[in-house]
């Protein structure tokens, strides 16, 4: 019974989204393409999806890829910085009063702001799109790493003085493993940042990806294919969350 209630409870929230989204294509806005009509037009684009017509004409799944790429690239950026700083806040008092304010302003700044700053700085959308992926994303990250490292209980401290256990091994026997749950949680946090951020970065640059091909169609008036890139953004951040969630769960059965 269990099984059935949890593949026919999500299964009975997409029919009553469906539905939401057909009425209002007929009460709200007549330019609101149907879910039948979004995808006659659109299912080219899925029955093809790495089939490359054009620089933007191409299948959902290629475009996917790109956006993808450049999230790895920005979101591993953001946690190399983010992972060790949030290991020297969450160990010095001193450095956490002296910074905290500052990561407080950098935190809500949106990314529409950043990708002006990184144009700036780097005169190329592809550096700048991944600046702006990683100084947005890193945030989670160091917050609950920061976090993870302060939750250590104070017993783990003295039995690494009592065994005289060098720095670099009271990092990797007690310090990581401890705060090693925590920080995947911020992982987690963190990716889904970065796969909100591209999808602004590309609209913005114009990039190749789901982002640059939504802004495209949107400047088209072709509202079924945005509604695709709306679709197409929802189930993968969907899947990239899921597949965190699978790695953080066995790291805190570990």
């Known amino acids: 019974m269990k099984r059935v209630n ?19 294509s007929v009460v709200v806005s007549k ?26 004409d191409q299948g959902i799944g290629l475009l996917a890829f ?19 700083l949030g290991f020297f806040l969450g160990s010095s008092k001193t450095l956490r009063s002296m910074l905290d304010p500052v990561i407080q302003v950098l935190r809500p700044i949106s990314p ?7 144009l700036i700085m780097f005169r190329q959308s592809e550096p700048a799109a991944l600046f702006t992926i990683a100084i947005c994303s ?20 003295n039995v690494a003085k009592v065994l005289r ?7 990797t026997h007690v310090l990581a493993p401890a705060a090693l749950p925590h920080i995947f949680t911020g992982y987690r946090l963190s990716l889904g940042i970065a796969w909100l951020v591209i ?13 640059g091909f939504l802004w495209q169609e949107y400047n088209s ?34």
């Not at 529409?112 to 990184?118: E, F, Q, R, T, Y």
Request: glycine share 8%.
């Open 6 to 24: 949890s593949f026919l409870l999500p299964a009975f929230g997409v029919l009553l989204v469906g539905l939401v989204w057909s009425l209002a």
């Open 31 to 56: 330019d609101l393409p149907s879910p039948w009509r979004t995808w006659q037009e659109s299912k080219i684009y899925v029955l093809e999806p790495f089939e490359k017509r054009g620089e933007m």
């Open 66 to 84: 790109y956006s993808l790429i450049r999230v790895a690239k920005g979101f591993l950026l953001g946690i190399a910085l983010a992972t060790p």
């Open 112 to 118: 529409l702001a950043w990708l002006p700053l990184g």
């Open 138 to 157: 890193m945030w989670p990250t160091v917050i609950n790493t920061m976090s993870g490292v302060r939750s250590i209980p104070q017993d783990y401290w």
């Open 165 to 171: 256990l060098s720095p670099f091994k009271t990092f």
């Open 199 to 211: 999808v602004a970065a590309e609209m913005l640059t114009g990039t190749p990806g789901v982002g």
């Open 221 to 254: 008036l072709v509202y079924a294919h945005i509604l695709l890139c709306i679709v197409t953004i929802g189930v993968v951040g969907f899947i990239l969350d899921r597949l965190m969630g699978v790695v953080e769960s066995r790291l805190r059965s570990v």
